[in-house]
């Protein structure tokens, strides 16, 4: 079975801070896929990012980055100047590549919040 | 805006009551899967269709339900609704093809409280 831990339930930063995410997750299969799911206050899931088993390369898109360790089955999520609109609960998850299903599996979360 | 759209917003049932809920995928999608989100916790797999099928269940009673329908949209029903089914249920479409299901894309959810 697959599992995901986001140990930290709750951060707080203020404005312009710098935040790390972390997530550790497990798995025995070697293909999977990982996400970050934003969810702002509205519910709605929104897609951050999807990482395969295959590609440990770091990746920076704007004020948000990824890093991606295997070895450690790490999938860090960092945001850079962090800004009000950042305050979300942050959802890291993984699903199986072999598996014909879309399955994903949560982590419970982590609330950011920013301060002005 | 993903292109998901879930209908009720909200809903009050009292216990021993049945609910449907309703999702319309995002365009092009084949697949739909639902997904429990009990407060302060991360979302739970509950089952998904393809292609009118259920094609994977998580670990949820019977008396969770769903149907998909020709167009690709999907409803779920829970029976006998108790305490615990208070949560957000969130529907999510995606795209099965032989590269495997893409980025499933989420709609905004439904809140149901059951009293």
């Known amino acids: 079975a697959q599992k995901v831990t986001q140990a930290q339930t ?4 203020v404005e312009k801070e710098d935040v790390t995410l972390d997530c550790v997750y497990e798995t025995r299969d070697t293909t999977y896929y990982l996400f970050w799911y934003k969810q702002p206050p509205s519910g709605e899931l929104v897609f951050l990012i999807r990482r395969n088993s295959f590609d440990e390369q ?12 295997k070895s450690t089955s790490s999938f860090n999520f960092t945001i850079t100047a962090s800004q009000v609109v950042d305050s979300a609960v ?3 998850a993984l699903r ?13 979360g982590t609330m950011l919040l920013v301060s002005p | 805006e993903t292109g998901v759209t879930q209908s009720p917003t909200h809903l009050i049932k009292t216990r021993g009551q049945q609910v449907t809920l309703r999702c319309s995928s995002q365009s092009g999608h084949n697949t739909v899967s639902w997904y429990q989100q009990a407060l302060g916790q991360g979302p739970q797999f509950i089952f ?6 259920e094609n994977g269940r998580g670990n949820f ?5 769903g149907l998909q329908f020709p167009n690709y949209s999907s409803e779920l029903n829970v029976n006998a609704l108790e305490l615990d089914d208070s949560a957000l249920y969130l529907c999510a ?3 099965a093809g032989a590269g495997g299901p893409t980025e499933a894309f989420f709609g905004q959810g439904t809140r149901l409280t059951v009293v």
């Open chain 2, 93 to 95: 479409s995606s795209l």
């Open chain 1, 96 to 108: 199986l590549m072999n598996s014909g299903y879309s399955t994903l599996t949560f982590g419970k």
């Open chain 1, 58 to 69: 770091n990746e920076i898109s704007g004020r948000y980055s990824w890093n991606f360790q």
């Open chain 2, 48 to 53: 998904q269709y393809y292609r009118e099928e």
């Open chain 2, 61 to 65: 009673p019977p008396r969770f339900s």
């Open chain 1, 90 to 92: 942050y959802f890291c």
């Open chain 1, 10 to 13: 709750e951060i707080s930063v």
